[in-house]
C-alpha cells in the first residue's frame, strides 16, 4: 500500500479543477483562500486517502502539481 502527498503550487492553479475531477480518491477541493491571480486554487482537503497515483499531476494543464509517494508497512 502506498501513501501519497500531492503539492500544489498555489500560484501557478488557475482553479481550473480537471485535478479534483480527475481525483479518484476525492481528496482534492478548491481552497477558499485565493492566489495572487485571484482564483480559488486547489488544495489537499482529505491528505490521509491520497494514493498517490498522480491523475491530478497528469490531468493539470498547468503543471502546478507534483505527486509523491511512499510506501507504508501493512
Known amino acids: ?3 501519497g502527498v500531492v503539492v500544489i503550487d498555489e500560484d ?7 485535478c479534483i475531477a480527475a481525483c479518484p480518491q476525492h481528496v482534492l477541493d478548491f481552497s477558499e483562500k485565493i492566489n495572487k491571480s485571484g482564483y480559488n486554487y486547489a ?3 482529505y491528505p ?4 498517490g497515483c498522480a491523475f ?5 494543464p498547468d ?3 507534483e505527486v509523491y509517494r511512499e510506501k507504508v508497512a501493512a
Open 1 to 3: 500500500m502506498a501513501k
Open 12 to 18: 501557478r492553479c488557475k482553479g481550473c479543477g480537471l
Open 43 to 45: 488544495y489537499m482537503k
Open 48 to 51: 490521509e486517502k491520497c494514493v
Open 56 to 60: 491530478c499531476a497528469m490531468t493539470c
Open 63 to 65: 503543471v502546478a502539481i
